[in-house]
C-alpha cells in the first residue's frame, strides 16, 4: 500500500491503482479570489520533478508566475520564479503530491485589461474564468498526455460550462489534454446565460453575460448561429466538430468600446465593452473562422512562422463569409477592406518589416502586431482576384484553400503533430496560377514584405482600385452584387 495526500487527508491507494496520469482536484468559494488546487503525481524520474507553470507567449503574460501561490509538498521544494519553475525534490518512490493555490484577483488596469482579462486567471465573487493554462503545471519529461480534473468543493447551484463536457455539471470528473491546455474553458457564475443551439447537426453554444445591460446579445448573435456558422461549414465542407461554443463576456476594467479574443480548437473566448456593433461582429467572425485556419490549417511549426495566412487569410475568409451570410453589406465591405486594411497597412511606418522580424516585438507593439493581419488580407484580397481572372471565374481562393484543407489532413492522418508547409502552399496555388508567380509574390510579398502594386495590378469586373496619394482605394461598381460575387 502506499500512501497519498488529497486536500490534506491522508488516503490509502493501492499500487496497483497508482494513476500515471496527473490528477487535479480543485476548490473555490465562491466569494474569494483563490482557487485551491491540489495534484497527485506519479513522477517521471525517481529523484525530482521539473515542473513549469504558465506560458508567456500566451496573451504575452511575463508575470503570470506571481498568481500560483501557497506551494506545499510533502518533499523538499525549490522554485525558480524567473523560469517559472517548480522543482521537487522526491524523498521516496510512489505517488506524489503537490498543493497551491491560484489568485484569480482583478488586475482592474484599464490598460491592460483586454490582457489581464483574457490570457489570466479571473475570480471574484460569483464569477469564475478559467482554462486549465491557468492551473495546470506541467512536469517536464513526464509521459502523461492526458489529466483529470475534479471539483471537491464549489458553491452550489451556479450555471456552469466545461466546454470539453457541455452538458455535466462541476461533480463529474473531466479529462484535459496537456498539449492543448487553452484548448479548454472552465466557467461558473451567476451571470453567465448559457445557450444551446444546433448548426448542421452539431451542438453549438453561447455563454453570455446578465451583467450587459445596454446590447441584446442573444438578437445579435442569432444570424451567426442561423447564417454565418453553417456558412462557414458549408466553405470548408467540413461538419467534422464534435461541438462548439462561443464565450461572450463584458470586460470590467474597461469603458471605452473594445473588442478582443482568441480561438480555441473548438470554441472561442472574447471580451467586450460597449455596444456590440460591426467591429465586435468582425472580431467574433473572425475567431470562430480560425476553427480552420489557424486551428487546423498552420503553416510551419509555430503560429509566428507565417502569420500573414493564419491571422490574414483567415480575416479574409471571414469577411466573403460575413458577407454571404448577410451580416455585413457593400458599404460594411468597402469600409473594412479601405479603412481597416489599405489605408491602415500602406500608411504604416512598419508595411516593408519583414516576415521573419515580426514574433520578436509582437506583444510590445501594437503596429507590429497588427501587420500579418493587414498584409495576408490585402494578399488574400488580390490572389482571389488574380484566380478569378486566370480561371474565366471558375474558380476562387476557396477552391485554392478546400485544395490545401485536403493536403493538411492528409499531414494530419500521418502525424497529428505536423503542419502544412510553404512547400505545400505553392503546390496548392500553383494549381490555379504559375507557379513561378506564386513562388515570386510569396517571397517577395508575404515573406520579405514589400506592399503590393495596385496601380499595376487588374481585378475582376466591377472592382477597381485608384490611389489617394499613397494610399490604394477600393471601388465596386453599384451594379455588382456582393453576395452573389462571393457564392460557391
Known amino acids: 500500500m502506499t500512501t497519498g495526500i488529497i486536500l490534506g487527508l491522508p488516503v490509502l491507494l493501492n499500487a496497483q491503482t497508482v494513476p500515471t496520469s496527473p490528477a487535479y482536484h480543485l ?3 465562491g466569494k474569494s479570489s483563490i482557487l485551491k488546487v491540489s495534484l497527485d503525481y506519479t513522477p517521471a524520474t525517481k529523484d525530482s520533478t521539473v515542473f513549469i507553470y504558465g506560458d508567456p507567449n500566451f496573451g504575452g503574460q511575463k508575470e503570470i508566475f506571481k498568481v500560483l501561490q501557497n506551494i506545499e509538498s510533502t518533499d523538499k521544494i525549490k522554485l525558480t520564479p524567473g523560469e517559472r519553475k517548480i522543482t521537487v525534490y522526491h524523498a521516496d518512490t510512489g505517488l506524489k503530491h503537490i498543493s497551491y493555490t ?15 482579462e483574457l490570457f489570466r486567471p479571473l475570480i471574484m465573487p460569483d464569477l469564475l474564468y478559467l482554462v ?4 495546470v503545471i506541467n512536469a517536464e519529461g513526464h509521459a502523461a ?3 483529470s480534473i475534479q471539483w471537491d468543493s464549489y458553491p452550489a447551484g451556479l450555471p456552469y460550462f466545461f466546454s470539453s463536457a457541455a452538458g455535466p455539471g462541476p461533480a463529474q470528473k473531466q479529462t484535459i489534454s496537456l498539449t492543448n491546455e487553452n484548448d479548454a474553458l472552465i466557467l461558473m457564475g451567476s451571470s453567465l446565460i448559457i445557450n444551446n443551439y444546433k448548426v448542421h447537426g452539431i451542438p453549438y453554444y453561447s455563454i453570455t453575460s446578465k451583467n450587459d445591460t445596454i446590447n441584446n446579445l442573444k438578437a445579435d448573435l442569432d444570424p451567426f448561429f442561423k447564417r454565418y456558422f453553417p456558412g462557414l461549414r458549408d466553405f470548408w465542407e467540413d461538419n467534422s466538430a464534435p461541438y462548439y461554443y ?38 467574433l467572425a473572425h475567431e470562430t473562422s480560425h476553427a480552420w485556419i489557424g486551428n487546423n490549417m498552420q503553416i510551419g511549426n509555430d503560429e509566428f512562422d507565417n ?6 487569410f483567415n480575416d479574409y475568409v471571414m469577411l466573403i463569409n460575413m458577407v454571404r451570410s448577410g451580416i455585413q453589406d457593400k458599404a460594411d465591405f468597402l469600409d473594412y477592406v479601405n479603412k481597416d486594411n489599405l489605408l491602415a497597412h500602406y500608411s504604416s511606418t512598419v508595411k516593408n518589416v519583414p516576415n521573419d522580424s515580426i514574433a520578436a516585438k509582437f506583444w510590445v507593439d501594437k ?7 493587414k498584409r495576408g488580407f490585402i494578399y488574400a484580397f488580390y490572389l482571389d482576384n488574380q484566380i478569378r481572372l486566370a480561371t474565366g471565374g471558375k474558380r476562387t481562393i476557396r477552391d485554392f484553400l478546400l485544395v490545401l484543407f485536403k493536403r493538411d489532413r492528409q499531414i494530419h492522418a500521418a502525424n497529428p503533430e505536423a503542419n502544412l508547409t510553404l512547400d505545400d502552399y505553392i503546390a496548392a496555388a500553383s494549381k490555379f496560377l504559375p507557379k513561378k508567380q506564386v513562388k515570386s509574390e510569396l517571397e517577395m510579398n508575404l515573406i520579405k514584405g514589400k506592399p503590393l502594386d495596385f496601380k499595376k495590378i487588374k481585378l475582376i469586373r466591377g472592382f477597381t482600385i485608384a490611389y489617394r496619394d499613397s494610399i490604394p482605394v477600393l471601388k465596386i461598381a453599384g451594379t455588382v452584387d456582393l453576395k452573389n460575387v462571393y457564392k460557391w
Open 27 to 29: 476548490g473555490w468559494d
Open 307 to 312: 502569420q500573414w495566412f493564419g491571422e490574414g
Open 145 to 147: 498526455k492526458e489529466a
Open 367 to 373: 503596429n507590429i502586431q497588427t501587420l500579418p493581419y
Open 246 to 283: 462561443i464565450s461572450i463576456l463584458p470586460l470590467l476594467a474597461i469603458d471605452k468600446p473594445w473588442a478582443t479574443g482568441y480561438s480555441q480548437k473548438h470554441g472561442f473566448v472574447m471580451r467586450y465593452s460597449g455596444t456590440f456593433g460591426n467591429e465586435k461582429k468582425r472580431v
Open 102 to 116: 491560484i489568485n484569480g484577483h482583478l488586475v482592474g488596469n484599464p490598460k491592460r485589461s483586454t490582457v489581464d
Open 132 to 135: 486549465p493554462k491557468f492551473f
